[in-house]
């Protein structure tokens, strides 16, 4: 079931999520606006991809934005920026990461990959990485601090046995933007499993 603001209130209050740090004026009618932070990493590819293989992945150049400097999102490209917020989710909740109205308007999306599992941060909360996009064919500059995406909360039915920081936890406790880590995908499968 989706939270309502009022729920996202009393789950913050009682400790069952956490954010931080909060700004209550990003609190939604069923969301958490969250902020973009300033780090981010401007892929570089050097020809095709090979899902299975790490060293056909982008190489990441990691920069800083601030208030003189904005980032920018090159035309028809992307970028991974993340969130100044650190998030926690228990298992009994996972959450829905959705690109803001005004923003989708422009041709920014902040967001490809939307899921977040229950227990993602149960070990230390952490910032969200975001796939951020540029579908215009001229570059756009964005600042820290503003605004980037929804955050919105579902309550399961039951409490989930793992959480994302025991069984996957592959993106758990960063601070940063950070690369994929797909390829390790496939040592499992070549492992056997």
């Not at 959450?95 to 920014?108: K, T």
């Amino acid at each position: 079931m989706l939270q309502c603001d009022n729920q996202i209130r009393l789950l913050l209050l009682k400790g069952i999520i956490h954010i931080d740090p909060l700004d209550q004026r990003c609190i939604r009618p069923s969301s958490v606006c969250l902020r973009l932070g300033p780090v981010y990493l401007i892929p570089t590819t050097r020809g095709s991809l090979d899902i299975a293989k790490q060293d056909t992945y982008p190489h990441f150049e990691s920069r800083e934005g601030s208030i003189e400097c904005p980032i920018c999102v090159p035309a028809n490209s992307f970028i991974l920026g993340h969130t100044i917020e650190r998030i926690s989710l228990p298992r009994s909740h996972a959450a829905w990461i959705s690109n803001l109205s005004g923003l989708a308007r422009l041709g920014i999306g902040a967001v490809l990959s939307s899921f977040v599992s229950p227990g993602f941060g149960e070990r230390r909360p952490a910032t969200l990485t975001l796939e951020i996009s540029n579908s215009l064919n001229v570059p756009v500059y964005l600042h820290p601090g503003m605004r980037i995406c929804h955050l919105l909360f579902f309550r399961l039915e039951g409490e989930s046995n793992e959480s994302y920081d025991t069984q996957v936890g592959t993106y758990s406790n960063q601070e940063n933007p950070e690369a994929s880590q797909f390829f390790k995908d496939f040592s499992v499968i070549d492992d056997g499993l």
